[in-house]
């Protein structure tokens, strides 16, 4: 599928800040050329404090505000909340199901997913065992359970019919192979990034860009985003 082609994409991420950290360029150039973007936040982002003040229903409250405030600066259509508890997430049947629900609602051309893959060659950072089981249930839910009819009869009950996604990015991976050009909205990334106050620091207008910088360079390109790009059967 060409570029021009995506109408719509889904992107599935276990936390608040997933999206921004590793698609919001992306997402940004999506939204800029007038596609509908979709996200899906798995968890409800209960355990990404460190400070002994806070509690869980507090942040799950702050991090949902500033998960929809990074949404409304990249100009996301529409964010699903799932509230699977963060920090114990695995690829069961009830993630699966409601990721398969979401599909099946949006109707992506392109679902962006996590790697469920765990790589010992990358760092732990984006080896968070949340984004594993996300991006197994995100998987398994494009294929076979979105489109085919007899998985999950319930969700025909509620109106959502079975679809068939055309492509999955798989971001996280140490193995991409498809690299998308962000060097126009690569400020946009980082305002989106910043919207999530509780969880970056001072320096993610630094760090940030520059990885993209790096990958970039390795394509001829200011800066860039980079996934495992996968076509699937029509």
């Known amino acids: 599928m060409e570029w021009d082609e995506i109408k719509r994409g889904m992107v599935v991420f276990a936390h608040p800040d997933d999206a921004e950290f ?9 939204s800029r050329e007038r596609k509908e973007v979709f996200y899906v ?10 400070d002994p003040e806070m509690t869980a229903e507090k942040l799950v409250a702050t991090r949902r505000r500033e998960q929809c405030e990074a949404a409304r ?11 699977f508890p963060d ?11 409601a990721i398969t629900a979401c599909i099946r609602r949006y ?6 997913a996590q790697s469920p893959s765990r790589d010992l060659t990358m760092g732990l950072f984006v080896q968070h065992p949340d984004h594993l089981a996300a991006g197994e249930a995100t998987l398994a839910a494009v294929y076979p359970c979105a489109r085919d009819r007899m998985t999950f009869p319930e969700l025909l009950e509620q109106g959502l ?3 068939a996604v055309r492509e999955v990015w798989v971001v996280g991976t140490s193995a991409p192979d498809y690299y998308v050009d962000i060097s126009d909205t690569i400020e946009i990334k980082v305002k989106a990034l910043q919207a999530h106050a509780s969880q970056v620091g001072p320096d993610v207008d630094k760090f940030v860009p520059e990885r993209a910088r790096q990958l970039g360079e390795q394509q001829g390109m200011g800066y860039a985003e980079a996934f495992k790009r996968i076509e699937l059967p029509h």
Do not use: C
Not at 73 to 83: A, R
């Open 87 to 97: 920090g114990m997430l695995q690829p069961t049947l009830d993630v699966r199901r």
């Open 161 to 163: 019919e079975p679809y």
């Open 41 to 50: 936040v798995v968890t409800d982002g209960s355990k990404g404090s460190s």
């Open 107 to 112: 109707r992506p051309d392109v679902v962006i």
């Open 73 to 83: 600066v990249l100009g996301v259509t529409d964010v699903s909340f799932l509230g």
């Open 22 to 30: 590793g698609t919001a360029g992306t997402v940004a150039r999506w």
